[in-house]
């Protein structure tokens, strides 16, 4: 019996039979896309995208109609949920993100108005997924998310995308209560945020902790996985599957064993194969191709996605991807190929 793509995504997640293996790729839509750039500079940038429904949904929908990819997934990004704080967040061409203010002390915090948290000024992410919800019209389920509140303090305490870190590491040692009242503020926003994503009618929510894997063991438990924990205990549904993603996983491999979530984003400097030896069938796993294995040619290209399958070496619950998002210095005829040889080799790996 032939699966639709949305059943194997699904099934993959739930470790249920599979005819082959399953993927879509971080970033799917994005600049390594022609077509993503065109309307970019039509719309003026970024968040002119992100911000109307319309683009939003026909962004999101570029690489699906150019691929066969298995899921799609909402074009925004982790770092608008600070509008529900009245922050203003602006991408800077080369800069990355920036915003309009930063938190760095109580005085920064009580700034914010915490009484009623603004979650209408996400509106737009809604109604894209509504949009979304109708074009895709269950032929393919929607991935929607959030940032972890560890991975957005580090934004919102640094104010930009420094990459150093300075000053949300130095609060984490000299006022740590401050650090985790910012964290509190987060969790709970994140919390109503991805709930209302939920109620729009995304199929899937994913967890993107991508800065988790900066902190030794116990400020991991302490300042990320806690809040992983408490946003995980409120979704207001049981039926949507998560996915967690951290970079860095197999070093904390020996924590996440233990967490409560569907699926496990894998990077690629970790063997995902000691990964799934680690956690047995306690929960799915999606990666974790070198993004750089794009810029070789088909037969190496053959023999990294041979390597994953084989190393995974189980017939269900694996969903294939990168192990970081695309950059833009990919060409898209790359990607067709890797899906190619996945269709081609996976099967045999899998059960039908
Ligand atoms: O995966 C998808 O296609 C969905 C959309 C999505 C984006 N960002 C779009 C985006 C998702 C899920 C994200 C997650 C995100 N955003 C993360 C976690 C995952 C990761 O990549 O580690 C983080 C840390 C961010 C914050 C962010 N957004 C930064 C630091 C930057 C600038 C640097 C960069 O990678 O471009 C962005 C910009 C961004 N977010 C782009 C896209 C398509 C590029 C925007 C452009 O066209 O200039």
Not at 66 to 81: H, P
Not at 163 to 179: C, I, S, Y
Request: proline share 4%.
């Amino acid at each position: 019996m032939s699966q639709t793509h949305s059943h194997l995504f699904l099934d993959a997640i739930r470790n249920k039979p599979i005819e082959r293996t399953p993927i879509w790729i971080m970033r799917q839509a994005g600049r390594y896309l022609p077509e993503y750039i065109n309307l970019k500079n039509k719309a003026g940038g970024f968040m002119s995208l992100v911000t109307n429904p319309e683009l939003a949904c026909e962004i999101t929908l570029q690489p699906l109609e150019r691929f066969s990819l298995d899921s799609a997934i909402v074009f925004s990004d982790i770092l608008v949920v600070s509008e529900m704080l009245g922050i203003n967040l602006s991408f800077v061409e080369n800069k990355g993100p920036m915003f309009d203010k930063t938190i760095r002390s109580e005085r920064d915090l009580s700034s914010i108005p915490t009484a009623e948290f603004e979650v209408e000024n996400l509106e737009y992410v809604f109604k894209t997924i509504k949009l979304l919800k109708n074009e895709l019209d269950g032929k393919k389920p929607l991935i929607g998310f959030i940032g972890s509140p560890w991975t957005v303090a580090t934004y919102i305490i640094e104010g930009n995308s420094s990459k150093k870190f300075t000053n949300v590491l130095k609060m984490l040692k000299e006022n740590p209560k401050l650090l985790h009242k910012i964290l509190d503020v987060l969790a709970e926003i994140s919390i109503q945020y991805l709930n209302k994503q939920i109620l729009s009618g995304i199929d899937v929510a994913m967890i993107f902790d991508t800065w988790g894997g900066l902190l030794d063991d116990e400020d991991y438990k302490e300042f990320s996985l806690l809040y992983i924990n408490k946003i995980k205990k409120s979704l207001i549904s049981k039926d949507i599957p998560l996915i967690y993603y951290i970079r860095d996983t197999g070093k904390k491999i020996h924590i996440l064993k233990n967490i409560d979530i569907d699926m496990l984003g894998v990077d690629s400097s970790t063997d995902i194969g000691i990964i799934k030896k680690t956690i047995g069938n306690s929960f799915a796993l999606q990666g974790n191709l070198d993004v750089e294995v794009l810029k070789q040619e088909e037969g190496q290209m053959r023999q990294a996605v041979e390597n994953i399958l084989k190393s995974y070496n189980s017939p269900s619950g694996h969903v294939f991807n990168l192990g970081t998002g695309i950059t833009p210095d990919i060409s898209p005829d790359k990607v067709r190929m890797l899906i190619d040889i996945l269709a081609d080799i996976s099967p045999k790996y899998n059960v039908k």
